[in-house]
């Protein structure tokens, strides 16, 4: 859309002008009647600046006001200019782009240095042109056009902030709200349209749009004014941003309250026109007027409450007739605007610099002959842009692109009689509830960063809960729903002539109820996609939604990453995953599987430890029980079978001993755990092992070459063969139950497939059609889910998405599942597992404590053992004559034969022989003494 004025346009007016110019002189007010002619001298005593204002309007009667003390505070500030006075020539505009044009091309007449404005952007962009010929720097106070600061209008500056900022703000404002479709509303010219654009270039950045752009032409009639609003109030969205006129704008608001667009449900945000027009110097509006605005949102720009605005406040309010109890930021630029000049032009000025007016006699251009070009314009413009100063506004200073630095708003919330700050924006800190400047006092004194977001707004209507933002147009315009017309797995969903919806299944039911939680109507109509002969690709159905041919997709669609770039999704309402099912045949019992629930290592060290067990319970309890005393091969017997009973916990030898109950206590517990695993183990090799394939999982594809099944339509396809490069050669299209059989069955010699991949729901219902002939095998190698697909950020997925939440709490979903889902055993996912055989590393704890206390039992029996042969041996040698000497291989051997005749003599015979001999000792000794 052309946003300027065409070039020819511009150039017929500029002819036409050149014609007037001499013969205009309406509403012309000379501030300071001083003579324009400069001397000769190097420095004036008086230059010529001009204003361009429409002075019956809000911005032009504070802005005059304030451009007015602004020159005579410059004048009587002998440090500033010197000797040198500015002579302030006026101009009145008349809210008309055609006068202010005709109107600055006579002002420009006058030789004037510099212009202060114009105030409107559609006067700028006409005369940005001229002023660029002339080399006559202008100052605009209140133009915002965002496109009047860029490079073609090199002697166009605007001292205020452009709209490019506050839509900025304006974006993070609706989208910290979670709002993503709103109806702009603006007037119709430059400013208006250059303003949204900007704005819906700053929405797309939040994944925000503008859904319907209404223009209004500036004095437009009440009339026209209702018909736009009544036409966006059978929209969707009921978001509406006013950028407007601050003149004209309050009518907007008075026609939407008596069409009842001021209640609860509508959210209403303004730029900075509205907060101008309540800051201006206008009698206070009517309180009936303040109602309509209750809950409105709006932007100003900040400017600080320092003591030069308070003391220029203060002297407006005294000398001039009206209210000046505040005054607005385009005021407060414009003041300003005088005194950049005023800085600027001083050290033109000091720096020596001549104010000389060349004559334009170009003959491209001769209805510009009663123009005169500013010779130094480009060294004062040059000046301008490098003057810094802080104002009645805040710091004055500009960056490379010729912007004021530092953007600042106020978020301003309208109730009661007043305004409510709600929040501030900047730049560097975005949305923040705490002024910047105190922001940055708290980062330069290290005290924390900035509260970010917005305090609570009260909506239209006096409510404090955030409007949805959106309902369902009152057009009689249906939400159009896709429906995946299948061909297998009708369960899920697929075409029911029967019912008025045209369709059933799963999903379709938990659509239903969710939409039934939904605290308002959906009005829809069932769409199918598909002939029904095959599965539809749900690819091109989900691109479907996106292209706009549909509003959703409810069915059976997976939510895959690819997806989610074009579409939103709701809340998953059935988990899914891509599961591989092969053909099982039952193995024939081998002879020996009872020796595969343990490894060889296994077996060979349980056996080693029953017979050790056995041997060190013989030696506890060989002295002290009959049973395990007797010749040798008997002994010999008995150590087998009471070493091997224990496994069936059959002995029948008793044990006396502390030590060998305690032995066999832990031998016991550690028998009980081995046939326990065994038992287990030998039962799920004879159960689930009986079942055997080729493939056992994601690997056992990848490395394979046979051929693959998929469902028709499925995203597995993709998965396949750009994740997993698996060649499409391999990949063979399947579309019901029957085609997964008689593939399964054929298998890949005879044509058919070596396994299937597919969604875990649809093998969960393919397996309860087949009485356990095929399995699932290895794990599911995705994680997705089923969803309902939208149009990008449909306010109506997100709402969806809380309503499956709670069919899923109060279990409706479940009894929905139970109503068109079934399964039976052969889809448990236990009957995957793989089992493997028990190996020494599931035990060698057991093995290792029932060790130990073997080895603790026999130290302590063996010390035991010697400390009564000990005693016994010297008894013995108290008793007997000294025998002969012998070697010390002699005496060894006999100890050692003396020690193994010991042990092997009962415990009670040994403790009678001890204290035998311990009598006789005594008997000796007596007859000695005596």
């Known amino acids: 859309m052309e946003i300027n004025s065409p070039t020819i346009t511009k150039s017929i007016f500029f002819m036409i002008f050149g014609v007037l110019v001499v013969a205009m002189a309406n509403d012309v007010i000379t501030v300071n009647n001083t003579s324009s002619s400069y001397s000769s001298s190097r420095r004036p005593k008086v230059v010529n600046i001009g204003a361009l204002l429409t002075f019956d309007s809000v911005i032009g009667r504070s802005a005059k006001a304030t451009i007015m003390a602004a020159v005579d505070d410059v004048n009587a500030n002998p440090f500033v200019l010197g000797g040198t006075h500015l002579n302030l020539i006026l101009y009145d505009t008349n809210c008309s782009g055609f006068l202010g044009t005709i109107e600055a091309l006579e002002l420009m007449t006058n030789n004037v240095l510099s212009i202060i404005g114009p105030q409107s952007s559609t006067t700028a962009h006409a005369i940005s042109h001229v002023t660029s010929e002339l080399h006559i720097p202008t100052l605009s106070f209140s133009a915002t056009d965002p496109t009047l600061s860029s490079l073609q209008h090199p002697y166009f500056l605007q001292t205020t902030l452009t709209d490019h900022h506050q839509m900025l703000v304006l974006a993070d404002v609706i989208t910290h709200f979670n709002y993503k479709k709103i109806i702009a509303i603006y007037v119709d010219n430059d400013y208006g349209r250059n303003g949204i654009l900007s704005l819906a270039d700053s929405l797309a950045t939040k994944r925000a749009i503008i859904t319907y752009k209404a223009g209004v032409l500036p004095g437009a009639s009440n009339d026209v004014i209702m018909e736009m609003l009544m036409t966006i109030n059978l929209m969707e969205s009921r978001v509406y941003v006013v950028h407007v006129n601050p003149d004209t704008g309050i009518n907007i608001f008075l026609i939407a309250s008596k069409l009842g667009m001021m209640s609860s449900g509508y959210v209403w945000i303004t730029t900075d026109w509205l907060p101008t027009m309540l800051d201006s110097d206008v009698q206070s509006l009517e309180s009936s007027t303040m109602a309509v605005l209750q809950g409105v949102v709006a932007l100003r720009q900040h400017t600080l409450d320092s003591d030069s605005k308070k003391i220029l406040v203060g002297k407006l309010k005294n000398n001039l007739a009206g209210n000046f109890e505040k005054v607005n930021s385009y005021a407060l630029h414009a003041y300003d605007s005088v005194w950049l000049l005023a800085h600027a032009l001083a050290g033109f000025l000091d720096a020596g610099e001549r104010v000389t007016f060349s004559d334009n006699r170009r003959e491209s251009a001769h209805w510009l002959s009663g123009l005169r070009t500013f010779d130094q314009g480009p060294k004062l413009m040059e000046r301008i842009l490098s003057t810094n100063f802080t104002g009645v506004s805040g710091e004055i200073r500009f960056d490379s692109d010729r912007n004021l630095v530092g953007p600042v708003y106020d978020v301003l919330n309208i109730g009661g009689t007043g305004v409510r700050t709600i929040g501030y924006w900047s730049k560097d800190f975005g949305l923040s509830v705490t002024a910047p400047e105190k922001n940055y006092a708290k980062l330069v004194n290290g005290l924390g960063d900035a509260k970010q977001g917005l305090y609570s707004v009260i909506w239209p209507g006096e409510t404090s809960v955030k409007p949805r933002g959106w309902v369902f147009p009152n057009n009689g315009k249906q939400l159009r729903i896709g429906v995946p017309y299948r061909h297998g797995y009708k369960e899920v969903v697929t075409k029911d002539v029967r019912s008025p919806q045209g369709v059933q299944g799963y999903s379709v039911d938990v659509f239903e109820a969710a939409v039934s939680l939904l605290p308002y109507p959906v009005p829809r109509k069932y769409i199918l996609f598909g002939d029904g002969v095959r599965n539809p690709s749900y690819g091109n159905l989900v691109a479907a939604v996106a292209d706009n041919t549909f509003d959703a997709a409810v069915g059976d669609v997976t939510i895959t990453t690819n997806r989610t770039r074009i579409v939103d999704f709701t809340q998953p309402y059935m988990e899914s995953g891509l599961v591989i099912v092969v053909p099982v045949n039952k193995a024939k019992t081998s002879q020996w599987a009872f020796l595969k629930p343990f490894t060889l290592e296994m077996w060979l060290v349980t056996c080693c430890f029953f017979l050790l067990v056995g041997f060190v319970v013989w030696i506890l309890e060989h002295r002290l029980n009959h049973e395990f ?74 490395s394979s070459n046979d051929p693959i099944g998929i469902q028709d339509g499925s995203f597995a396809y993709n998965y396949l063969v750009k994740e997993l490069n698996i060649a499409a050669s391999r990949i063979r299209y399947l579309k019901d139950q029957t085609d997964y059989i008689n593939a399964l069955r054929l298998g890949p010699a005879n044509g058919g497939v070596a396994a299937i991949v597919d969604e875990l729901p649809y093998v969960e219902l393919f397996l309860s059609y087949t009485e356990c002939e095929f399995k699932i095998v290895g794990r599911e190698f995705t994680k997705s889910g089923w969803g309902f697909a939208f149009q990008r950020d449909s306010p109506l997925a997100l709402d969806l998405s809380t309503a499956i939440l709670q069919l899923s709490e109060n279990g409706e979903l479940e009894r929905i599942h139970d109503k068109w889902l079934s399964m039976t055993s052969c889809s448990s996912k236990a009957a995957t597992t793989n089992i493997s055989s028990l190996s020494l590393s599931n035990f060698w704890g057991l093995f290792l404590i029932c060790g130990i206390a073997c080895l603790i039992s026999l130290s302590i029996y063996f010390y035991r053992v010697l400390c009564q042969y000990r005693r016994f041996d010297i008894d013995l040698e108290n008793s007997h004559e000294i025998p002969e000497p012998e070697s010390a291989r002699q005496r060894l051997s006999a100890s050692f034969k003396d020690l193994v005749d010991f042990y092997d003599r009962k415990e009670a015979e040994i403790k009678e022989m001890l204290k035998r001999h311990k009598f006789q000792g005594g008997s000796q000794h007596n007859d000695t003494t005596n």
């Open 629 to 702: 005393r007797g010749p040798p091969s008997q002994q010999i017997i008995t150590i087998l079978w009471f070493s091997f009973s224990t496994m069936f916990f059959s002995h029948r030898e008793n044990t006396v001993s502390t030590l060998g109950r305690f032995v066999l206590l832990l031998w016991l517990f550690v028998v009980l755990i081995i046939n326990s695993s065994y038992t287990a183990s030998l039962t799920s090799i004879l159960t689930v092992q009986q079942l055997t394939s080729g493939i056992e999982g994601i690997d056992g594809i990848i």
